[in-house]
């Protein structure tokens, strides 16, 4: 059996591997994905990223499986990294819709088929990916723990979940979950804009499922942040009056602090008490290395900067 080290301390990076292995359709990987995976994971454990996050449905199965060919050319490389992969959405397929599938069974499937593209003997983290409605509690839990059991999954989390949603499930469930991936960014904040407008009327319109944070963090679930760089709306691409004021400023603070834009964008995230633990889902190696402070740093913003930097991409007043 593979060993492995321990989930990353809460607020450290993770690396998403979404953007590995080429196209987003059934067409075949070749060499030159392979060859621009490894340079995406060089990048990221050169930084100091050793938690590796996948789903079953990136690139159609094909961001596991490259990352698998690096593996295999890599000797050793897996006893020093965490794998985390997610199953739960069925892509669409020509006229068939795509839905979500947390039968039994087919967590089962999913994880073995996951454990092949992977080269691998164990995942150290599953996440199931998104709710499904017609999902069976105890169904989910009995396929969890079998596969805890046979050793082929060693931890168990989920995504894109709220409070009540992950404790309906851990009811049923003796495997305590480590975590939760949301959307967090400083572009998307519901999250955070959920515990400050209770008793007020944009509360109804914000959406965001309130005490998930304070859940996690009683708990002691790591909150895992995807699209934490925003996709590069504060880093390239502004689109409004707001995007361009908040660009303006992470530039400035970034100069001030001798550090990357890219880094005060995470920087904000790993501020927050929950010690948020953003993903970084680049695949060009000069991003992925321009996060390297935030991996290996502590949060260097002030209180106020921290505001700072939340009011201008608010760009209205707190309540």
Same mark, same amino acid.
């Given at each position: 059996?593979?060993?492995?080290?321990?989930?990353?301390?809460?607020?450290?990076?993770?690396?998403?591997?979404?953007?590995?292995?080429?196209?987003?359709?059934?067409?075949?990987?070749?060499?030159?994905?392979?060859?621009?995976?490894?340079?995406?994971?060089?990048?990221?454990?050169?930084?100091?990223?050793?938690?590796?996050?996948?789903?079953?449905?990136?690139?159609?199965?094909?961001?596991?499986?490259?990352?698998?060919?690096?593996?295999?050319?890599?000797?050793?490389?897996?006893?020093?990294?965490?794998?985390?992969?997610?199953?739960?959405?069925?892509?669409?397929?020509?006229?068939?819709?795509?839905?979500?599938?947390?039968?039994?069974?087919?967590?089962?499937?999913?994880?073995?088929?996951?454990?092949?593209?992977?080269?691998?003997?164990?995942?150290?983290?599953?996440?199931?990916?998104?709710?499904?409605?017609?999902?069976? @509690?105890?169904?989910?839990?009995?396929?969890?723990?079998?596969?805890?059991?046979?050793?082929?999954?060693?931890?168990?989390?989920?995504?894109?979940?709220?409070?009540?949603?992950?404790?309906?499930?851990?009811?049923?469930?003796?495997?305590?979950?480590?975590?939760?991936?949301?959307?967090?960014?400083?572009?998307?904040?519901?999250?955070?804009?959920?515990?400050?407008?209770?008793?007020?009327?944009?509360?109804?319109?914000?959406?965001? @499922?309130?005490?998930?944070?304070?859940?996690?963090?009683?708990?002691?679930?790591?909150?895992?942040?995807?699209?934490?760089?925003?996709?590069?709306?504060?880093?390239?691409?502004?689109?409004?009056?707001?995007?361009?004021?908040?660009?303006?400023?992470?530039?400035?603070?970034?100069?001030?602090?001798?550090?990357?834009?890219?880094?005060?964008?995470?920087?904000?995230?790993?501020?927050?008490?929950?010690?948020?633990?953003?993903?970084?889902?680049?695949?060009?190696?000069?991003?992925?290395?321009?996060?390297?402070?935030?991996?290996?740093?502590?949060?260097?913003?002030?209180?106020?900067?921290?505001?700072?930097?939340?009011?201008?991409?608010?760009?209205? @007043?707190?309540?």
């Amino acid at each position: 059996m593979t060993t492995t080290k321990t989930p990353s301390r809460a607020g450290q990076l993770l690396y998403g591997c979404m953007g590995l292995g080429g196209t987003w359709d059934a067409e075949p990987y070749g060499a030159a994905d392979i060859d621009a995976a490894e340079a995406a994971i060089a990048a990221a454990l050169d930084i100091g990223i050793t938690t590796f996050d996948h789903a079953d449905i990136y690139r159609h199965g094909k961001a596991e499986a490259v990352f698998g060919e690096v593996l295999a050319r890599t000797p050793g490389l897996r006893e020093r990294i965490v794998l985390q992969t997610k199953c739960g959405i069925r892509l669409a397929d020509g006229e068939r819709p795509g839905i979500y599938d947390l039968r039994g069974r087919t967590i089962v499937r999913r994880v073995e088929q996951s454990l092949a593209r992977l080269r691998t003997d164990v995942i150290d983290v599953l996440l199931l990916h998104r709710p499904d409605p017609l999902a069976d @509690p105890d169904d989910i839990a009995e396929a969890l723990t079998s596969l805890h059991r046979q050793g082929l999954v060693r931890r168990f989390g989920v995504s894109n979940m709220g409070a009540a949603q992950m404790g309906h499930l851990q009811a049923r469930l003796d495997i305590p979950l480590v975590a939760n991936q949301l959307e967090m960014s400083l572009q998307r904040r519901d999250w955070l804009e959920a515990g400050v407008l209770v008793n007020t009327r944009e509360a109804a319109a914000n959406g965001f @499922p309130f005490g998930t944070l304070e859940f996690c963090m009683q708990n002691g679930i790591e909150l895992q942040a995807w699209g934490a760089l925003a996709q590069g709306r504060f880093t390239g691409r502004q689109e409004t009056p707001e995007e361009h004021a908040t660009a303006r400023l992470i530039e400035s603070l970034a100069a001030e602090k001798g550090t990357t834009p890219e880094t005060i964008l995470l920087w904000w995230l790993q501020r927050h008490p929950a010690r948020i633990a953003p993903v970084i889902g680049s695949a060009r190696p000069e991003r992925i290395r321009a996060c390297r402070q935030a991996a290996q740093e502590e949060p260097g913003l002030t209180h106020e900067e921290w505001y700072e930097l939340w009011l201008t991409a608010r760009g209205v @007043p707190l309540p």
